[in-house]
């Protein structure tokens, strides 16, 4: 599929792994996709935790900061407050052509099984179901308790895509960024976004 046009939404929220979702960005403004980008509080507290990147807590700043450190075009990233209520991703006249949230918390999970729309985040996923749109969470959380496999599953039965942070090793990874280019991998495959930097499984290159 041409990814000319193409619209994703990408959220992080904050759960460990915010790696999964920085990368995927890069990913995503490579492939010159357009991104509404949403992060949660706790996602910046654990982007500045677990990475090198410090990322500024306005939107405004966010989109700059994410458009200098990965050469994107102008107006490629929008990063939207959490309660931007006239954001596009907050209607149905707006949604994205798919929205993954990466990392998933195990409470924007619940958050997102239920319906409560309490901002922007929750309510661009809702948002996601109710228009038909592909959603993936990138769940983050180990072991999962019978509440989080029941709204796993509750969700998956409306099409929603369940992709947990569970990386293969088949590819024989030699570095960290091997293991996260796994994931990111998978996702890209899942957005219908043509990725090279996983092997097909099968290929001369394994």
């Keep these: 599929m041409a990814n000319q046009n193409k619209r994703i939404t990408l959220i992080m929220t904050g759960a ?3 790696q999964y979702g920085i990368r995927l960005l890069e990913e995503l403004v490579k ?25 500024p807590s306005r939107a405004s700043e966010l ?24 954001a596009p991703i907050a209607s149905g006249s ?9 990392p ?4 924007t999970l619940s958050a997102i099984a239920v319906g409560s729309s309490n901002n922007l985040i929750e309510r661009a996923a809702d948002v996601a179901i109710k228009e038909r749109k592909k959603l993936i969470l990138v769940v983050r959380e180990t072991p999962f308790s019978d509440i989080h496999l029941e709204n796993m599953l509750k969700l998956s039965r409306m099409d929603v895509v369940i992709l947990p942070a569970n990386p293969g090793f088949y590819h024989k990874p030699k570095t960290l960024e091997d293991i996260v280019d796994f994931m990111v991998a998978r996702i890209l495959e899942h957005l219908d ?6 092997p097909m499984w099968g290929s001369d290159d394994f």
């Design 94 to 102: 707006g949604v994205a052509d798919a929205t993954v949230v990466c």
């Design 31 to 55: 492939a010159k996709v357009e991104v509404s980008l949403l992060l949660s509080r706790p996602a910046q507290l654990v982007i500045n935790t677990e990475t090198e990147y410090k990322v």
């Design 63 to 86: 989109g700059a900061y994410f458009t200098d450190l990965f050469n994107a075009a102008p107006n490629q990233i929008k990063a939207y407050e959490r309660e931007q209520w006239m």
């Design 16 to 18: 460990s792994g915010a």
């Design 104 to 107: 998933c918390t195990t409470g």
């Design 193 to 198: 976004i043509q990725q090279e930097i996983l």
